[in-house]
């Protein structure tokens, strides 16, 4: 059997042979194809279309070509592996694939020219380069893939080539292709089209399948980050991940790239020189853009450079600037001759600390009032930590001061400043943020690229409504300038701003009553497109910003209407009523009620505004206009008061964050809020029923410094607060120490000086922040009683005169006087006593004291004495001696 089929075997190979020997010189070549691809009439129909279809022998029967020169022979087969490939690919045979036969028949196209085995024409056209891949066993494979699926290959990146498959997100290639927008991808995709070989439908082009299989931003990337808060680094890692790149340790032997924040880092990490040490804005911008930037336009060394440079030009004025420099500083440095890398490291550092040495070395707590107030360093000369200006410069000259100005210039002064810093605001988040946005969506609707961050319609929600109060502003910025340079008492500012209340009616209510929908936009595209987050991060890092995010600036014209109404009523409080601008004011007022009356409140209610009503329900006594629609709870803090301006040193007080001021009220007492049975008519309270007493509401506009006291062995948690009321006009220092251990000392205050900024329309809140030790603010926490000893003692010297009263038979009723003397025994005559007195002089039966009447037979021995001494318990407070006082606090 086995020769019979043996023979036929070679019989068949005969004739086969003498069929393409015949056909030598003919114009029908012979088309095989195995058993799988003629079961398709599709296929098969194809095939007839190259030449005369046969079934495929076996590979050992497999005829010879004897001629080049004749005309070719096809193998159609199925998959592209096993003998009968490899003996076909080597006698020099077309072979194709079905899904190229059906391709080649649907497009009328003869089959290529050249000996390839061609698969499918999924990647015609495409002219490929390789960067990035080190195993050459991998590189082979991809590129046979390629070869099948009709690609081309090119070594080095030239005009021809389309399409770059890289490994990782780096090296010249990829910038190379980046540069000039050629498609980077991964070696998925040509596995991906591989998987789809036998669809003819299948285009390696397509966009769709270019989009899913594009090389991720950090592919291949291992990233350290350096400097950034803990829920950020969480955030950028979370992002890393989803973008191809893997978080490591600093010390990481394959680590790539280090991010720094360069806000938060003034010396670069000590790492291997192979890793690039990047700012935060390379991160975000590759985001953005959707691959990985150059990292030598944002390498960090240049930033320390730059800095360092700036900061040497600065320093030589910066005793010139700061009132007093010169005598709290050391010598040379002050005259910037000693610009050594070491002096250059310390102003990098005061810089970042947004503070200077000599506010450090200052020892009256006095002087440090009047000069953190006075001399505007830090609040108004202060350069970001790139040299640039901050936007808000102060429109008051450093050569003005405001002793000499009356109080109600001095008030006006203020409404200009902040006037000033919310057009500086408005300007940032036209120029910064709508503008740029806008010019991606425009050049998508010329060139027809999907390049555009948000469309037109997203645009027009976020900021459609801001533009008409913009406008507003500046026009009203130039009026106040304009009073500034030319101004009198009999200046009418109240007429300034009414003529100016008929466009705040139209600009501002579209705006305030549909922020909601603003903000939910916002928070939407945030939330839903990457390269959008990745804009406002990079927009959030700059100078400009003071590192708020967008929601930050846009709600600043929600606040900006009653800000403007409270410098006005100050204004008007410092205007004398025989001046003509008191009734202007008035009319100005009014019309600024007007205009917040035309706001939607419901619209703009905050969780924040909830709690405010909770809150306002706790204190007692607390003024009815804490509640309000512009104003939203923040945080909330419990601290020991340290000076006696408030309430009194060592009262435990509770602090109120709201976004524009703060309410300070006294915790009482757990004792006074205890319930106390009666004689059946239900209960008694002791005190009232609310936890808290108001004691101050703290506008923060009156706010004009926060003073971090540094740790010490004595002082923990310790901060002051700088004030200086509009009315009063006179500094006041309040010191505080905070109690609450879930408050983060750093965070709170940081959180209080943000919204001083918004108060005020700032951008740099960190500004209003200084550095101090304690004895240079005279705080001394070393007498301070904390102890529960402590606190029951004061308690009981508070609460004894109470009690007395209470018990005072001048005031007790008679029933319970009659009550009270069934009990007592009497000694001696009362009648010349007070009642005071003669409850001194009284001992209850109960309360006999067994070593006072040890010795003694009776009374007598009392009596004898001539002097009757009551027991302890109602025998009259005296103080102590300081000898005692000094003990329990031992104690």
């Given at each position: 059997?086995?020769?019979?089929?043996?023979?036929?075997?070679?019989?068949?190979?005969?004739?086969?042979?003498?069929?393409?020997?015949?056909?030598?010189?003919?114009?029908?070549?012979?088309?095989?194809?195995?058993?799988?691809?003629?079961?398709?009439?599709?296929?098969?129909?194809?095939?007839?279309?190259?030449?005369?279809?046969?079934?495929?022998?076996?590979?050992?029967?497999?005829?010879?070509?004897l001629q080049p020169t004749a005309p070719p022979c096809?193998?159609?087969?199925?998959?592209?592996?096993?003998?009968?490939?490899?003996?076909?690919?080597?006698?020099?045979?077309?072979?194709?694939?079905?899904?190229?036969?059906?391709?080649?028949?649907?497009?009328?196209?003869?089959?290529?020219?050249?000996?390839?085995?061609?698969?499918?024409?999924?990647?015609?056209?495409?002219?490929?380069?390789?960067?990035?891949?080190?195993?050459?066993?991998?590189?082979?494979?991809?590129?046979?893939l390629i070869h099948y699926m009709g690609g081309s290959?090119?070594?080095?990146?030239?005009?021809?080539?389309?399409?770059?498959?890289?490994?990782?997100?780096?090296?010249?290639?990829?910038?190379?292709?980046?540069?000039?927008?050629?498609?980077?991808?991964?070696?998925?995709?040509?596995?991906?089209?591989?998987?789809?070989?036998?669809?003819?439908?299948?285009?390696?082009?397509?966009?769709?399948?270019?989009?899913?299989?594009?090389?991720?931003?950090?592919?291949?990337?291992?990233?350290?980050?350096?400097?950034?808060?803990?829920?950020?680094?969480?955030?950028?890692?979370?992002?890393?991940?989803?973008?191809?790149?893997?978080?490591?340790?600093?010390?990481?032997?394959?680590?790539?790239?280090?991010?720094?924040?360069?806000?938060?880092?003034?010396?670069?990490?000590?790492?291997?020189?192979?890793?690039?040490?990047?700012?935060?804005?390379?991160?975000?911008?590759?985001?953005?853009?959707?691959?990985?930037?150059?990292?030598?336009?944002?390498?960090?060394?240049?930033?320390?450079?730059?800095?360092?440079?700036?900061?040497?030009?600065?320093?030589?004025?910066?005793?010139?600037?700061?009132?007093?420099?010169?005598?709290?500083?050391?010598?040379?440095?002050?005259?910037?001759?000693?610009?050594?890398?070491?002096?250059?490291?310390?102003?990098?550092?005061?810089?970042?600390?947004?503070?200077?040495?000599?506010?450090?070395?200052?020892?009256?707590?006095?002087?440090?009032?009047?000069?953190?107030?006075?001399?505007?360093?830090?609040?108004?000369?202060?350069?970001?930590?790139?040299?640039?200006?901050?936007?808000?410069e102060s429109e008051v000259s450093d050569n003005v001061?405001?002793?000499?100005?009356?109080?109600?210039?001095?008030?006006?002064?203020?409404?200009?400043?902040?006037?000033?810093?919310?057009?500086?605001?408005?300007?940032?988040?036209?120029?910064?943020?709508?503008?740029?946005?806008?010019?991606?969506?425009?050049?998508?609707?010329?060139?027809?690229?999907?390049?555009?961050?948000?469309?037109?319609?997203?645009?027009?929600?976020?900021?459609?409504?801001?533009?008409?109060?913009?406008?507003?502003?500046?026009?009203?910025?130039?009026?106040?300038?304009?009073?500034?340079?030319?101004?009198?008492?009999?200046?009418?500012?109240?007429?300034?701003?009414?003529?100016?209340?008929?466009?705040?009616?139209?600009?501002?209510?579209?705006?305030?009553?549909?922020?909601?929908?603003?903000?939910?936009?916002?928070?939407?595209?945030?939330?839903?497109?990457?390269?959008?987050?990745?804009?406002?991060?990079?927009?959030?890092?700059?100078?400009?910003?003071?590192?708020?995010?967008?929601?930050?600036?846009?709600?600043?014209?929600?606040?900006?209407?009653?800000?403007?109404?409270?410098?006005?009523?100050?204004?008007?409080?410092?205007?004398?009523?025989?001046?003509?601008?008191?009734?202007?004011?008035?009319?100005?007022?009014?019309?600024?009620?007007?205009?917040?009356?035309?706001?939607?409140?419901?619209?703009?209610?905050?969780?924040?505004?909830?709690?405010?009503?909770?809150?306002?329900?706790?204190?007692?006594?607390?003024?009815?206009?804490?509640?309000?629609?512009?104003?939203?709870?923040?945080?909330?803090?419990?601290?020991?008061?340290?000076?006696?301006?408030?309430?009194?040193?060592?009262?435990?007080?509770?602090?109120?964050?709201?976004?524009?001021?703060?309410?300070?009220?006294?915790?009482?007492?757990?004792?006074?809020?205890?319930?106390?049975?009666?004689?059946?008519?239900?209960?008694?309270?002791?005190?009232?029923?609310?936890?808290?007493?108001?004691?101050?509401?703290?506008?923060?506009?009156?706010?004009?410094?926060?003073?971090?006291?540094?740790?010490?062995?004595?002082?923990?948690?310790?901060?002051?607060?700088?004030?200086?009321?509009?009315?009063?006009?006179?500094?006041?220092?309040?010191?505080?120490?905070?109690?609450?251990?879930?408050?983060?000392?750093?965070?709170?205050?940081?959180?209080?000086?943000?919204?001083?900024?918004?108060?005020?329309?700032?951008?740099?809140?960190?500004?209003?922040?200084?550095?101090?030790?304690?004895?240079?603010?005279?705080?001394?926490?070393?007498?301070?009683?904390?102890?529960?000893?402590?606190?029951?003692?004061?308690?009981?010297?508070?609460?004894?005169?109470?009690?007395?009263?209470?018990?005072?038979?001048?005031?007790?009723?008679?029933?319970?006087?009659?009550?009270?003397?069934?009990?007592?025994?009497?000694?001696?005559?009362?009648?010349?006593?007070?009642?005071?007195?003669?409850?001194?002089?009284?001992?209850?039966?109960?309360?006999?004291?067994?070593?006072?009447?040890?010795?003694?037979?009776?009374?007598?021995?009392?009596?004898?004495?001539?002097?009757?001494?009551?027991?302890?318990?109602?025998?009259?407070?005296?103080?102590?001696?300081?000898?005692?006082?000094?003990?329990?606090?031992?104690?």
């Amino acid at each position: 059997m086995d020769e019979l089929s043996k023979g036929m075997t070679q019989t068949g190979s005969a004739a086969t042979t003498d069929k393409i020997q015949e056909n030598d010189g003919s114009s029908n070549p012979v088309v095989y194809v195995n058993g799988s691809c003629l079961e398709c009439e599709r296929v098969r129909a194809a095939c007839e279309r190259l030449g005369i279809v046969e079934v495929a022998p076996e590979p050992d029967a497999l005829p010879t070509l004897l001629q080049p020169t004749a005309p070719p022979c096809y193998l159609v087969t199925s998959p592209f592996e096993g003998e009968l490939f490899d003996t076909a690919h080597r006698a020099k045979y077309r072979v194709l694939g079905p899904t190229a036969v059906l391709q080649l028949a649907e497009r009328d196209e003869p089959p290529p020219a050249n000996a390839r085995p061609l698969y499918s024409l999924a990647m015609r056209g495409a002219v490929i380069c390789f960067s990035g891949f080190r195993k050459k066993d991998e590189l082979t494979y991809l590129i046979t893939l390629i070869h099948y699926m009709g690609g081309s290959i090119r070594k080095d990146m030239s005009s021809k080539v389309t399409h770059l498959i890289a490994a990782a997100a780096t090296g010249e290639k990829y910038r190379y292709a980046s540069g000039f927008g050629l498609p980077v991808l991964a070696r998925s995709w040509v596995d991906a089209c591989w998987e789809r070989r036998d669809d003819p439908a299948c285009l390696a082009t397509d966009d769709v399948i270019i989009k899913e299989h594009k090389l991720k931003v950090f592919a291949g990337a291992r990233v350290c980050f350096v400097g950034f808060p803990e829920d950020e680094t969480q955030h950028m890692g979370e992002v890393l991940a989803s973008n191809g790149g893997a978080v490591c340790p600093l010390d990481d032997p394959d680590c790539t790239h280090v991010v720094v924040d360069e806000h938060n880092t003034v010396v670069a990490p000590e790492c291997s020189s192979r890793v690039h040490v990047v700012k935060a804005e390379w991160f975000w911008a590759s985001v953005q853009n959707e691959e990985a930037q150059d990292e030598g336009d944002f390498l960090f060394k240049d930033y320390l450079e730059e800095m360092s440079r700036r900061s040497s030009v600065g320093g030589a004025g910066a005793g010139v600037a700061t009132p007093g420099a010169a005598g709290a500083a050391g010598g040379g440095e002050e005259a910037g001759g000693a610009c050594t890398p070491a002096h250059l490291q310390r102003l990098r550092k005061r810089k970042l600390r947004g503070g200077d040495s000599a506010l450090h070395k200052r020892r009256s707590s006095v002087g440090d009032a009047v000069l953190l107030n006075l001399s505007r360093t830090l609040l108004d000369c202060t350069t970001s930590p790139d040299g640039k200006p901050i936007l808000e410069e102060s429109e008051v000259s450093d050569n003005v001061v405001r002793k000499l100005m009356s109080p109600r210039q001095q008030v006006f002064m203020e409404l200009l400043q902040t006037e000033s810093n919310y057009v500086g605001i408005l300007h940032t988040i036209v120029t910064m943020f709508k503008q740029p946005l806008e010019e991606m969506a425009e050049e998508d609707n010329s060139n027809g690229k999907n390049q555009a961050l948000l469309n037109n319609t997203e645009l027009k929600i976020i900021f459609g409504n801001l533009p008409p109060i913009y406008e507003l502003h500046q026009r009203m910025l130039e009026e106040l300038r304009y009073t500034q340079a030319h101004w009198s008492e009999e200046k009418s500012i109240g007429q300034l701003v009414l003529q100016y209340t008929p466009d705040m009616v139209k600009a501002y209510p579209p705006f305030v009553n549909f922020f909601e929908n603003t903000k939910e936009m916002l928070q939407q595209c945030d939330r839903e497109n990457p390269r959008f987050h990745a804009f406002l991060k990079i927009c959030q890092t700059k100078p400009e910003c003071g590192r708020q995010s967008l929601q930050e600036l846009l709600i600043r014209p929600v606040q900006r209407l009653p800000s403007i109404s409270l410098l006005l009523d100050d204004i008007l409080k410092h205007t004398h009523k025989s001046n003509p601008d008191h009734a202007a004011l008035t009319k100005a007022l009014a019309g600024l009620r007007e205009v917040m009356s035309h706001i939607n409140e419901d619209k703009r209610k905050t969780e924040g505004q909830l709690q405010m009503f909770d809150i306002y329900n706790e204190i007692d006594q607390c003024p009815a206009h804490l509640v309000s629609s512009h104003r939203s709870f923040v945080s909330r803090c419990e601290v020991v008061e340290l000076s006696k301006e408030l309430s009194g040193r060592g009262d435990h007080l509770v602090l109120f964050l709201f976004t524009d001021t703060m309410e300070v009220c006294k915790k009482r007492s757990k004792a006074f809020n205890s319930k106390s049975p009666t004689n059946g008519t239900g209960t008694m309270r002791i005190g009232s029923s609310k936890p808290y007493r108001h004691i101050s509401l703290m506008p923060l506009s009156t706010v004009k410094r926060v003073v971090d006291i540094r740790e010490a062995e004595d002082c923990h948690n310790v901060f002051a607060l700088m004030c200086r009321n509009n009315q009063e006009l006179k500094e006041k220092l309040y010191s505080f120490m905070i109690t609450d251990e879930t408050v983060d000392k750093s965070h709170f205050l940081r959180q209080l000086c943000r919204q001083m900024a918004n108060t005020v329309c700032k951008a740099d809140a960190d500004k209003f922040l200084a550095c101090l030790e304690s004895h240079q603010m005279d705080i001394d926490t070393s007498d301070l009683a904390l102890s529960t000893l402590s606190k029951v003692s004061k308690f009981a010297a508070r609460t004894r005169i109470k009690v007395g009263r209470a018990l005072s038979f001048n005031k007790t009723p008679s029933k319970l006087k009659r009550a009270m003397s069934s009990m007592i025994s009497p000694f001696g005559s009362t009648s010349n006593l007070t009642p005071a007195s003669q409850l001194a002089q009284m001992r209850l039966a109960s309360c006999n004291n067994i070593n006072e009447m040890g010795g003694c037979s009776g009374g007598a021995a009392g009596a004898s004495g001539g002097v009757l001494v009551a027991p302890l318990s109602v025998q009259p407070t005296r103080k102590a001696a300081p000898g005692a006082a000094h003990a329990l606090r031992r104690f």
